[in-house]
């Protein structure tokens, strides 16, 4: 963005978006600026998935895609199945499952219920045992870095 506004002169706006689209622009003063000259070579982006409060489900796997992160319920410990069947709730293990199908890096297990106070360690063992990837309990208000994929 330097670039483009300080040695190209181009005014922030729509000219921007077209120029990372990979189309050249032309400015009202009649210069041409090829995406080239602004934009970089192309690179993967991150993905993130949020399943929210929910039950394991396929769908969950056929739209994640290798996500970089998974964020899924993870209310009960897997001795509670069958309540978090009835109560349309997933275990940490089920989570787990579905990060290992799904091709996730890595799973944020969340929405924890209330009888594990201050101690989901149970949640992150239970979904380590069935998933490769890094694991971890969610905290309200935690910030997780989702780092772009190094460029093939």
Do not use: W
Request: aromatic share 4%.
């Amino acid at each position: 963005r330097e670039k483009a506004e300080e040695e190209l002169g181009i005014p922030p706006g729509p000219a921007y978006g077209k120029l990372h689209a990979g189309e050249t622009v032309e400015l009202e003063d009649g210069r041409v600026i090829d995406p080239e000259r602004v934009v970089g070579p192309p690179r993967p982006g991150r993905s993130l998935v949020y399943t929210g409060d929910t039950r394991p489900v396929d769908a969950t796997v056929d739209a994640a895609e290798e996500p970089d992160l998974l964020i899924h319920d993870a209310t009960f410990e897997n001795d509670m199945a069958g309540r978090a069947r009835s109560t349309g709730h997933s275990t940490a293990r089920e989570a787990g499952e579905i990060a290992e199908r799904a091709g996730a890096k890595r799973l944020a297990l969340t929405h924890i219920s209330s009888r594990y106070p201050g101690d989901a360690r149970g949640h992150q063992r239970e979904a380590a045992a069935a998933f490769d990837g890094e694991c971890f309990v969610a905290e309200d208000g935690q910030t997780v870095e989702i780092p772009f994929p190094d460029a093939a």
